[in-house]
């Protein structure tokens, strides 16, 4: 073991067991851990921690500190850990993964250090930014100019204090007979501090609810394709009722031929009525959606029909913003169901001042028998969910003989029945059921 005696920082470079892992240069790290203004009971992140110098050097300093050393590199990871033994710094805690996912489930912090991204800095800084304690500090040690450009922007969009300084550090070193100056690479020191009453995150990435229509992809609006050729991620629902995920198979062609490479994230639901199965699916979909929002990174929801009409997309925008109270939302509304099964059966939704009313199938009988008394059109959704219920109802009524059924509107596999012919059998889930108003039923007859 090789023990630091001292009490302040800039441990030399040859202590520390390297490898072939890039590390912090003992002057610029003892002037990283000095900007970071370390304090007793201080969690500490060091991302893209390397060997763990940084790491190392802050557990020394702060015995009571948490300390965080959070890399992706599996070599790199063996040497913080033999380091943190080297040193007697058993407490510092190795986080193997790649930020910013890597920092789920860690506790909030007062510190950071990021001295390495693997190409994600405005991601990691924007996740820092949303879980940094008010009066936090992030500490960037950029070589590259591109790096220093990155951080710069990232945070001067959030209004943070900034400092920065170039640091340019010369060893004297024996070189043949004579002693010269041997550079090493400047290195540009940001030092950025989270205002105590600091405002949301204008860089927040927007959540768009998509609706791509009811199966046909010619009926994907414009405005809709433009957004999903727009986002940087897109998730799409899936269950075992639309055939393992309909929607992401819709889209899957207009992204193959605009080049591909979209990032498409299925999300599994139930096909439950059980309230608490139903939240926790729709709290797990709202929390990775808010995560990539936490990015600055802007997303999509896609889903059939409209995304505000009995869709999954409404309760995933409502815990969404329960968990990110700032988060933009923008709905792109989409041709429904009812829509394209009545451009299948050339048939009026609506004529002059009657109502239409559209309601589910589950709903019951007696929603069923309030529609019909409310007069004018009746559009029943997922009837498979009661079909012999709606049949039922529809034969009290004396409706049931202009009733009609389209599965998958708008689909190649589209199909057009009467709803008595089905009785006692089964209808496709993508099914939506047309009564036509008793007066636009008499001028068909």
Sequence with gaps: MSRWEYLTPGIPDEKFIRGNVPMTKQEVRTLVLAALRLQRNSVVYDIGAGTGSLAVEAALLVRDAQVFAIERNPPALELIRSNASRFGTERLQVVAGEAPEALDGLPAPDRVVIGGSGGRLREIILAIAASLRPGGRVVVPAVTLETLSVTLETLEAMGWTLKVSQVAVARLEQVGQRRMYQSLNPVHLVVAEKPVAAAAIPATGKLYGVGIGPGDPELITLKARRVLLSVGVIFAPRSHADYGGLAASIIRPLL?????GKEVVELDFPMSHAPE???QAWAQAAKGAVEVARRGIDAAF???GDPLLYSTFGHLMREARRLEPSLQVEVVPGVTAPLAAAAALRTPLGKGGEPV?????GGGPEALERALNTGGTVVILKPSLDLQGVVDALRRRGRL???RVVSRASCVSQEVAALKDLEGGRVDYLSTVI???ERQGDEAS
Aim: glycine share 10%.
């Design 256 to 260: 193959e031929e605009a080049g591909g």
């Design 357 to 361: 009313t559209f309601l589910p199938a």
């Design 277 to 279: 199965v139903l939240a």
């Design 435 to 437: 009564i036509p108003s």
């Design 401 to 403: 003989e202009q009733a």
């Design 302 to 304: 896609v889903t059939m």
